[in-house]
């Protein structure tokens, strides 16, 4: 892609330098003569900056030559471009010195993206686009909010007004809500739950104005300022792993890198931490999950998660588990991970739909997922 890149402004650069003649017999400005060294740019820097330089009028023909790989590549550099200087600009555009020299720099950011696809793409590609760019993960502003961290997300609404506050609080969700009010100055949020107390519903115009005021000013932000922890993805891919290529992945990684593979276990969601539901949430998960499967999956559990099912059953029920396990004889490893892996995911899809809680990792009791 970098090359094309290149070679798409290598050609535009051909391209304009013969497009006009020097007008009224001025001749044209030669180039400096000891250009000053610059960092060297990539060929998606060089065709960002380029587009950039362009704007709407002048680029709308240029994006439209452009694949759905092309564009998503220069859109995200060009939103992480941050300010280019004058110099620099002056540089790589030549005989546009003259036009960019009023204004002396461009900025690349989020919105100047999106505006600029906005102009040539359908809405869909361009959210789709966008959508890589801006993060945290969510198919709307308000999930969205909900995955940003609540210090974060507090840390924000704090120099907000009150009732805009409350307005963002009434539509993610209610526990993220509680732990975003928790850590609020207290005068604020106090006047934020008498907000809450009062509010009726909410026009859509005003919705939409807080949605496009969070968008421009936190999002866009957030998403050049945070980056996701690698150690949770791979803790992510862990919980997919049976349990022999999880074992000998961790082995080999405790002998590497010991400090990553304790991050990584206490960031990985396993079957034996099933047994920090609360009772209620025990309960649930055990109604929904198909009884087979859950005698198989016991039949591989440790004792203390064995004893923490049968305990939240029935006197009778517990017992017939009990029998079942004892006189099932032998399993296939391989069945067993697959029941277990069932159970943690049945656990991870009635935490989405927030009917139950789960602890989440290894010795992080305190720390809740929802």
């Known amino acids: 892609m970098a090359n094309a890149a290149t070679a798409f402004v290598d050609s535009l650069f051909s391209l304009k330098s013969k497009a ?32 950039l330089a362009l704007g709407e009028k002048y680029g709308t023909g240029i994006w439209k030559l452009l ?34 020299s009023t204004t002396g720099a461009l900025m690349g950011d989020s919105i100047a993206t999106e505006r600029l696809l906005s ?44 009732q805009t506050v409350a307005v963002v609080l009434s539509k993610i969700r209610p526990e993220h809500a509680a732990r975003v009010l928790s850590i609020l100055p207290e005068e604020l949020a106090l006047d934020v739950v008498n907000r809450l107390l009062r509010m009726e519903s909410v026009q859509k115009e005003v919705l939409e104005r807080v949605e496009q005021t969070l968008r421009t000013e936190f999002m866009s932000n957030l998403s050049q300022t945070s980056r996701r922890d690698p150690h949770e993805a791979i803790a992510e891919v862990f ?51 198909d009884k087979d499967k859950l005698a198989i999956a016991l039949k591989g559990a440790t004792e203390i998660v064995r004893n923490f099912f049968i305990s939240n059953m029935s ?47 290894r010795g992080a009791e305190d720390e809740l997922i929802y």
Not at 27 to 46: I, N, S, Y
Not at 248 to 265: C, D, G, P, Q, V
Not at 317 to 323: P, R, S
């Open 119 to 162: 102009e040539f793409l359908p809405n869909d590609r361009v959210n789709l686009i966008m959508e890589e760019i801006r993060g945290p993960a969510g198919r709307n502003m308000w999930e969205k909010l909900s995955n940003v961290q609540e210090e974060v997300l507090a840390s924000y609404l704090k120099n907000e007004y009150p």
């Open 315 to 361: 006197q009778r029920g517990g017992k017939m588990m009990a029998d079942d396990i004892a006189t099932m004889g032998p399993v296939r490893m391989r069945d067993i991970d697959e029941a277990q892996s069932l159970m943690v995911n049945l656990a991870k899809d009635l935490a989405a739909k927030g009917e139950i809680v789960i602890a989440k990792g």
């Open 20 to 51: 006009k003649p020097a007008a009224d017999g001025i001749a044209p400005k030669a180039p400096p003569a000891a250009p000053v060294k610059q960092k060297a740019l990539t060929g998606l820097e060089r065709a960002s900056i380029l587009l």
């Open 239 to 289: 919980n997919f792993f049976d349990r022999q290529t999880e074992t000998r992945f961790m082995t080999a990684l405790e002998e590497n890198n010991r400090e990553s593979a304790e991050r990584i276990k206490t960031l990985m969601f396993t079957f034996d931490d099933l047994v920090k539901l609360e009772p209620g949430a025990a309960q649930t998960l055990l109604r929904q999950v």
């Open 67 to 100: 694949d759905d790989e092309e564009i998503r590549m220069v859109s995200l550099t060009m939103s992480s471009l941050g300010t280019i200087e004058a110099e620099q600009v002056e540089k790589l555009l030549m005989d546009f010195v003259g036009q960019l």
